[in-house]
């Protein structure tokens, strides 16, 4: 079933938490019956959309059945970065900090360091692959646009610090190039360089939280990318 939209009512949210929990009961006991032979993880799902109240009530309600980690879901699906914050500011507090707390759906670097802020632990996402075939690249110093013509003969790579195979062996140029033919190659080159964005800004933010600066880190990206 998808996601209750941004603009649900009351009413539907709270119909929708309430299947949310019956589910997560009846996975969790059949999780840990002897009939289920699997040793993965399940993780309780954190539902209520927009309304603080059905979040920490969701919350709570996930945590009396004692899942070994927490995921946030819902949002991502339309509301504005402010909302999402909001939301995820009212939420945090009832969901338990000694085990790992997962946001689903949020890829944009912005939402990952507002989000960390607030104390999540994992993300997963498309944005990095899907911005790519759209020729949208990220570097630390922020967005690249490869369709722009004034690639069209920089023979640099998409970011020389970068240390992902289509850095190092192909140029803006070249990569501007295979876009302007809609080569399919473009896809999985500039796909393997958004993937390997991904897994940097995360150990920089890592590195930054160890040495006591992730706000600095937080100010420096949004300063790049969202001028
Ligand atoms: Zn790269």
């Given amino acids: 079933m998808p996601c209750a939209p941004h603009h649900a009512s009351y009413s539907y949210v709270r119909q929708s938490i309430e299947k949310t929990h019956k589910w997560a009961y009846q996975c969790k006991k059949y999780h840990d019956s002897k009939d289920a032979s699997c040793h993965q993880y399940l993780g309780g ?7 603080s109240d059905l979040r920490r009530e969701s919350a709570l309600i996930l945590k009396e059945m004692d899942f070994p980690f927490y995921s946030i879901g819902g949002l991502s699906v339309g509301e504005t970065p402010d909302q999402m914050h909001e939301v995820l500011a009212s939420v ?31 993300f997963d996402c498309v944005m990095p692959t899907r911005n790519a075939r759209n020729g949208k690249l990220f570097t630390m110093d922020g967005a690249v646009r490869i369709r722009n013509s004034k690639y069209k003969n920089d023979d640099t790579p998409i970011e020389s610090e970068c240390d992902c195979y289509t850095c190092k062996n192909f140029s803006k140029a070249y990569l501007h190039h295979l876009d302007k033919s809609k080569e399919i190659l473009f896809f999985s080159l500039s796909s393997i360089h958004n993937v390997r964005f991904m897994q940097r800004f995360m150990d920089f933010l890592r590195i930054s939280i160890k040495e006591d600066r992730f706000l600095e880190f937080r100010n420096s990206i949004l300063s790049k990318f969202y001028i």
């Fill in 45 to 51: 799902i954190v539902q209520g959309g927009m309304f």
């Fill in 92 to 122: 945090m507090d009832y969901m338990e900090d000694s085990k790992p707390r997962y946001l689903m759906g949020v890829g944009e670097p912005r939402d990952i360091l507002n989000a960390v802020m607030e104390g999540i632990d994992m």
